[in-house]
């Protein structure tokens, strides 16, 4: 492990920032990259379809580009600027495969907390409710564990998701 000495004595180029700064300069950037995402994402709500969107998109499409190009401007310029401190931005890391597979996990836990005996942490479910309750939490479930078998089939993954594997659970009252 380096001591002090030896950090004092390195080689510190023109301009060049130390360590921390430098991690919070990329840190930074990739933040402000993340934003950008968020925006492109509202930007194109229409096209996705979601029954509960966000926002209300209220620009034109020839807007859209218009700030798609300044996007597009200022993420050079955050190249630009870890270029000027020799960096370079990180290579992604997580296969979308996997963050596909975990997200779908995720789905599944949210419907199967509809189910009744979770539904009574915000009040007793109607007797006449529990039967149509668990419908929907079935129907959803087949159809999630529908999806989640026809993408793994059709990415190569063998493995199956914790909830996947289990059997369905009894009709609940």
């Not at 969107?53 to 620009?59: F, I, R, S, T, W």
């Amino acid at each position: 492990m380096p001591d002090a000495a030896s950090e004092i004595a390195r080689t510190r180029f023109v301009g060049e920032l130390n360590d921390v700064q430098r991690r919070r300069l990329g840190a930074t950037c990739k933040y402000i990259d993340g934003l950008l995402c968020d925006i492109e994402h509202a930007l194109h709500l229409p096209e996705s379809e979601s029954p509960f969107p966000h926002y209300v998109v209220d620009v034109t499409p020839a807007q859209v580009r218009l700030i798609e190009d300044h996007i597009r401007s200022l993420r050079a310029q955050l190249l630009r600027t870890l270029d000027w401190q020799h960096m370079k931005p990180e290579l992604p890391e997580i296969p979308v495969s996997r963050s596909l597979i975990t997200d779908l996990g995720f789905v599944e836990i949210a419907v199967e907390e509809l189910r009744p005996r979770h539904m009574r942490g915000c009040g007793a479910v109607p007797e006449d409710a529990i039967s149509g309750l668990n419908e929907v939490v079935d129907e959803l479930r087949s159809l999630l564990h529908s999806i989640i078998r026809s993408i793994r089939e059709e990415l190569g993954l063998d493995q199956q998701s914790h909830f996947s594997e289990r059997e369905e659970t009894g009709k609940e009252k």
